[in-house]
């Protein structure tokens, strides 16, 4: 198929050509149609399937037959996070460029004001994250009467940041009588039902089972010990990549540290993280996109939906506790059928996560020890929500230390194990 035979009026049809796109991905082979028709829509599909585009062109091609030139709030567009909104906001504005339609995207983080005096001025399409939409929405700054397409997107990250019950909220403000687009990744039971409550006999459609990974994403894992993994991303960037690399840490602290580090051996890096502001966090991104850096380090809300055209490799320095966040991260490369790497750094801390990321997967991911740093002498450990070692203390000693133990080295993460498996029974 072609977007030629998708009937899409021409001022979309040149701006999608503008963008490079000649075939539709297959969300939007499925989407377009019954959007344009009209129909309510379930898409269970992650980013890097082209799902922004398989709303954003049917919306704008129903609200440009609106007669009635207003500019009343008539498409509303609710996404978890600011970078995911600000690229939405971008998305629609590229293949909106030759329509009368004005867009535009407001989220928390930074002051109010001109986000509040474009929305003054009129807006057809918005795109927003939910607290600073409830925040204008209690200020009378922002009205739903009119609202004729709600889009809800990534709604199982909407529960999993905790925003569930403010786009509750939000929902209960939406005319009854709209066109209600709901995409999600995963299908949790919480999302199931809410999906079931808002959404009128929708066409569904599923892309990519959340469990299954990109086939142009070549996968591997690199076993080295914790302390070593800083030494070890060091190398790879000096040594085995010269492309930019998205990195991902569990921390907001630890992403810092990697920053650090790899600044101090000369490589342009930069981290963003929710403790970053909002301004600083664009500027990284920006320049990340445009080349002038060459890593960034993200945590996982952070980089959430981070669409980089062309972006070949995607580091985890840590695997993280929920499997599925595996197949997000490494969603960032392999894009729309480009190839991608991603490299996953495994620690005794990591080996349980990657048994149950496998596992979800559905595969083994090859080990790479062609590197100085590899180790065959793992021992699995649990993680707490510092990032060490589950009942390691590092501010006090304990009792049992303090007696005639003091001077027994510490316990060796690092030890061989006895049995050659990986997972030692506790
Ligand atoms: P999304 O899943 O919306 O985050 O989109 C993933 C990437 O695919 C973005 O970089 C889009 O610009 C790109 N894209 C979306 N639709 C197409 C298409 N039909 N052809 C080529 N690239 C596309």
Do not use: W
């Not at 009205?143 to 019950?165: T, W, Y």
């Amino acid at each position: 198929m072609n977007f030629t035979d998708l009937n899409l009026i021409e001022p979309i049809a040149k701006a999608i050509q503008e963008q490079g796109y000649t075939t539709p991905t297959p969300i939007q082979e499925r989407s377009i149609p019954d959007i344009l028709n009209g129909r309510d829509f379930l898409g269970c599909a992650q980013t890097g399937t082209g799902k922004t585009a398989a709303f954003a062109i049917p919306i704008l091609q129903n609200l440009s037959k609106n007669k009635v030139q207003n500019k009343h709030i008539k498409a509303l567009i609710l996404t978890p996070t600011r970078e995911l909104a600000i690229q939405i906001e971008e998305n629609i504005k590229a293949y909106g460029k030759y329509l009368p339609l004005k867009e535009l995207v407001v989220f928390g983080g930074v002051k109010q004001g001109s986000q509040e005096t474009a929305l003054r001025r009129g807006v057809d399409i918005l795109v927003a994250t939910p607290g600073r939409l409830l925040d204008f929405i209690a200020q009378g700054i922002v009205s739903l009467k009119n609202l004729e397409i709600f889009v809800l997107d990534e709604a199982d990250r909407m529960l999993d940041m905790g925003f569930v019950h403010d786009v509750k909220r939000i929902i209960k403000l939406l005319p009854q009588r709209r066109q209600t687009l709901f995409f999600s990744a995963t299908m949790p039971s919480e999302i199931q039902k809410l999906a079931d409550s808002i959404l009128n006999n929708p066409v569904k459609v599923e892309v990519t089972p959340v469990s299954s990974t990109a086939e142009t994403i070549k996968q591997s894992v690199y076993f080295v010990e914790k302390d070593d993994k800083l030494d070890l991303l060091t190398h790879i960037l000096q040594n085995d990549i010269s492309d930019s690399v998205l990195v991902f840490s569990r921390t907001k602290h630890g992403a810092d540290k990697i920053a650090r580090k790899l600044q101090a051996s000369k490589i342009s890096t930069e981290a963003i993280h929710g403790n970053k502001s909002q301004n600083a966090r664009q500027n990284a991104l920006n320049n990340f996109k445009s080349g002038k850096t060459r890593v960034l380090v993200a945590t996982d809300i952070a980089a959430r939906g981070i669409d980089i055209d062309e972006l070949k490799y995607v580091v985890n320095f840590e695997l993280s506790d929920v499997s599925e966040t595996y197949v997000h991260r490494i969603g960032r490369t392999g894009r729309a059928g480009a190839e991608g790497s991603s490299i996953s750094f495994v620690d005794g801390l990591d080996l349980l996560n990657l048994k149950n990321t496998e596992k979800l997967i559905g595969m083994k991911i090859p080990i790479v020890k062609d590197h100085p740093f590899h180790t065959d002498n793992l021992v699995a450990q649990k993680r707490d929500s510092n990032n060490k070692p589950a009942g390691a203390r590092t501010d006090r000693p304990r009792a049992s230390q303090t007696a005639n133990t003091k001077k027994k080295p510490a316990v060796d993460a690092g030890k061989k194990p006895k049995n050659k498996s990986f997972f030692r029974k506790k």
